[in-house]
């Protein structure tokens, strides 16, 4: 029989999206399915704020934006990938205008552009700080032209069906009734983000639980390069709220306790009254949110019921800028911490924001399994490399989004029918999601104590430095919250929109992630970029200049390979910023 | 402040249950929580079975809208300390047709959308080559708000049009048609007007302006379905002295 549908997408946001309307312009012949446990336009592409990188003027060049990228990432960043990268960034950037994505605008009417971290020119695209919403909405209301699109809202994927080497379909429990079907394809695009609900402390929404990364890990594919998690160095206390990168793109100073703009200490650069490229508050990512712990250790933070912060400052760039440019940066203050940026000091500290590595592959989006693709946060190709620039998630979306929409098309119309091991499969996963949760007897354990002990074990072991024996510690721990997930016992176990499944399958998924994220840390013993040894504190080329591929064993433990990394014209080097 | 405050529930189990009853919970009230945090502490600690939406925790996913003491409200953006001693009382969002506890059925909503046409219609379009629409600050500030909409469903909560007479097309939905209308780069005015000024588009608002005072980011739909309704009576207007093409 046929399958249900051509191309399937795990996931509505970005990439989703994006991969859905380059397969629907492909071939309109092809059924595409887009199953996402949100209404698309809920995804978290949606509090992206400040922008998203291609080169848009005369003064720049592809070269670079790819050397911006590739430094930034520490040199882990494939630069063949790289390339394809910068050089189909504007163009897809340019679509999105197309299609209607309100950029912020010169008063000659062209696109304007705004300097960002890590970045020597100023190629940065934006509308005002809510970049990722505008972007989100956009794509969507773009993608209801599309009639061959068929979406399941709403709909949460719970395993990938593989029979013969490859990837045939998805089972899925639809939220509203509770149940669950198979849904055949010919080819699967996993685009579901990033994970950062395993740590306690994230910018990410609650749906970032890596469901994707592990289907596809549970599926047999590798998760490339987990151990590079990045924290922003902007987070509001408490609640994790970023305050944008383009907040210091614009301007904004970083200080500690004493007023001192603490980043001149920590080879980032002078600090002069402008922002200057590439270096103090427009330095990268993981080497600002690095310094913040060395101010925390010198004494240097201010002591707040949520944790250290230092001070971001914005009040010299007065209120025409912080309301025209950061609108949203001034609505989250004054809502969330009773501030005003343009009287009053922001107070941050680092949070978790972005996870670099992710479902292994290529520059097409295809993974090692047949018929499995990838795109987005979700995916590893890997542009980020050891660390990701601000800006180029959002575009890495689109590029890559409609690269894997294309494979998979081509893909898809070449496929066999599904096979009749499927059906049986299906079968059996219905049975689990049934007894393991709804009718399961026994069992004493709350999900949410669980979920915070996994929590606060990867921010004990795996956050902005890391020790072997702090990891080592966390493998174990992560160990034994899998054997007590057997004996969760949920409050709920009715059909209708039960939500206490659904976290429990995400908590499960979770800490499948967590686990990767451990065993790939704790092998790799050198720092570099977003993962930082004090066992091992130097860049170690000769052993690590290598993406590490964390396979699931039969027995869910996790198996360390390497692969190399593509290096093409820009040999590794060291990073320099400000200077 | 005490530092316990009562969240009256409104529960609703389908399986279980004809109608909705409500449920106590006594939660803490940090200075810094919001209903949701309320919410959360429930689900996590007392009742897990309680159910709701909720994602970006940061008022832009438009996930978590709630009625809250009688008020549609954004529930991650509207803190507990507003309501002093207490108790708070959580409802689902009115006007729609309950799921599941504090979870509505917008399937409406998103039909709706489709109708009113939202991406650019343009008779010709530009190769990607040739760059990008130029369009100046004061073209995109025409639409700007209408662009904020995130689809959180609070003035269709709050419309009493809506209330009464589902079929019509409702505040948001409208706002967007606008906000494409407005746009410089788009000429699919045309074919808008047609699903919007039967009786159940814009005709069916009577202006009450709940819509523009509940929106949580500043959207002015009411505006928007007054400014439709003067283009759409000139359309009209139109109709009746000069032949399709001339207009």
């Known amino acids: ?579 | 402040m005490a530092d316990k405050i009562t969240m009256q529930v409104t529960r609703y189990r389908p399986e279980e249950e004809s109608g909705a009853t409500v449920q106590e919970y006594e939660v803490p009230c940090p200075k810094d929580w919001v209903v949701l945090d309320g919410l959360n502490y429930i689900k996590d600690r007392l009742d897990g079975s309680l159910s709701y939406r909720w994602s970006c925790r940061m008022g832009v996913c438009g996930s978590c809208g709630m009625t809250v003491n009688g008020e549609p409200k954004l529930t991650c953006e509207t803190f507990l300390s507003e309501y002093g001693a207490g108790p708070v009382r959580v409802e689902p969002l009115r006007n729609f047709p309950v799921i599941r506890d504090l979870v509505v059925e917008i399937g409406d909503f998103m039909r709706k959308l489709v109708a009113v046409k939202p991406w650019i219609i343009r008779d010709q379009e530009k190769p990607l080559i040739e760059g990008e629409y130029l369009q100046t600050p004061d073209e995109l500030e025409e639409y700007r708000q209408f662009s904020m909409c995130i689809n959180c469903m609070l003035c269709y909560s709050a419309c009493p049009i809506y209330g009464l007479e589902p079929a019509f097309i409702g505040p948001a939905a409208i706002a967007l048609a606008q906000r494409y209308n407005l746009d410089s780069r788009d000429q699919g005015n045309d074919e808008r007007l047609e699903a919007l000024s039967v009786h159940d588009g814009i005709w069916g608002c009577t202006f009450v302006g709940e819509c523009t005072a509940v929106c949580p980011k500043h959207v002015d739909p009411a505006g928007a379905i007054q400014r439709y309704k003067l283009t759409a009576a000139l359309e009209e207007l139109k109709s009746f002295v000069l032949p399709r093409k001339a207009r």
């Open chain 1, 1 to 579: 029989m046929a399958p249900t549908h051509d191309v399937l997408l795990v996931g509505g946001g970005g990439a989703g999206l994006r991969a859905a309307i380059a397969i629907a312009e492909t071939n309109p012949r092809l059924r595409i399915a887009v199953v996402s446990k949100v209404y698309p336009m809920r995804s978290h592409t949606v509090s992206a704020e400040g922008g998203a990188a291609g080169v848009a003027r005369s003064d720049d060049s592809l070269d670079e934006h790819a050397y911006d990228t590739i430094s930034g990432g520490d040199w882990m960043s494939d630069q063949d990938a790289v390339e394809a990268f910068v050089k189909e960034a504007p163009q897809e950037l340019i679509r999105l205008e197309h299609w209607g994505c309100p950029w912020s605008r010169e008063a000659d009417g062209r696109v304007a552009v705004r300097p960002f971290g890590g970045m020597k020119k100023m190629r940065t695209w934006f509308a005002a700080d809510k970049t990722g919403f505008h972007l989100l909405h956009t794509l969507f209301q773009t993608s209801l032209r599309y009639t061959s699109v068929e979406r399941y809202d709403e709909w949460f994927v719970t395993k990938l069906l593989v029979d013969g080497g490859r990837v045939q379909g998805v089972v899925a429990i639809e939220i509203m009734s509770g149940k669950v079907e198979a849904i055949t394809a010919s080819a699967v695009i996993i685009c579901t983000g990033g994970c950062g609900r395993v740590f306690p402390f994230t910018t990410n929404a609650n749906i970032k639980n890596g469901d994707g990364m592990a289907l596809a890990y549970r599926a047999g594919a590798p998760l490339k390069d987990m151990e590079f998690v990045q924290y922003h160095p902007t987070g509001l206390p408490f609640t994790g709220i970023l305050i944008t990168e383009a907040a210091r793109a614009e301007g904004g100073h970083l200080i500690n306790k004493d007023g001192y703009r603490y980043l001149q200490d920590y080879d980032l650069g002078k600090p002069e009254p402008k922002p200057v490229f590439r270096s103090m508050e427009l330095g990268p990512r993981d080497r600002l949110s690095q310094a913040f712990m060395k101010e925390v250790a010198k004494g240097r933070t201010i002591d707040t019921p949520y944790g250290p912060v230092v001070h971001l400052d914005l009040r010299h760039l007065g209120k025409k800028i912080i309301t025209t440019k950061l609108p949203l940066v001034r609505e989250l203050c004054l809502k969330y911490e009773a501030l005003d940026p343009i009287t009053d000091l922001i107070p941050v500290r680092p949070v978790v924001h972005y996870m670099m590595g992710g479902v292994h592959t290529d520059m097409n989006g295809a993974t090692p399994l047949a018929g499995l693709y990838a795109a987005g946060e979700a995916a590893c190709v890997s542009i980020n490399g050891a660390n990701r620039l601000g800006s180029n998630s959002l575009t890495e979306c689109l590029v890559f989004g409609a690269r894997a929409g294309r494979a998979a098309a081509e893909y898809a119309s070449t496929a066999k029918d599904p096979t009749p091991a499927i059906a049986a499969q299906a079968k059996d996963e219905q049975r689990r999601l049934e007894q393991d949760f709804l009718r399961k007897t026994g069992g004493h354990e709350r999900l949410a104590t669980l979920r915070v002990q996994m929590q606060k074990t990867m921010e004990a072991s795996a956050g902005i430095y890391r020790a072997g024996d702090a990891l080592a510690q966390a493998a174990s721990e992560l160990r034994s919250l899998q054997e007590r997930l057997c004996t969760v016992s949920l409050d709920d176990r009715s059909r209708t929109f039960n939500t206490e499944r659904i976290a429990a399958l995400e908590f499960s998924f979770m800490l499948d992630v967590a686990e990767a994220i451990t065993a790939s840390a704790l092998r790799r013993e050198e720092s570099r970029g977003a993962h930082q040894r004090t066992d091992f504190p130097a860049r170690d080329d000769q052993r690590f200049l290598a993406h590490s591929l964390a396979h699931r064993g039969a027995d869910g433990s996790c198996r360390i390979e390497y692969t190399p990394v593509t290096i093409t014209r820009w040999p590794p080097a060291e990073r320099v910023y400000g200077r």
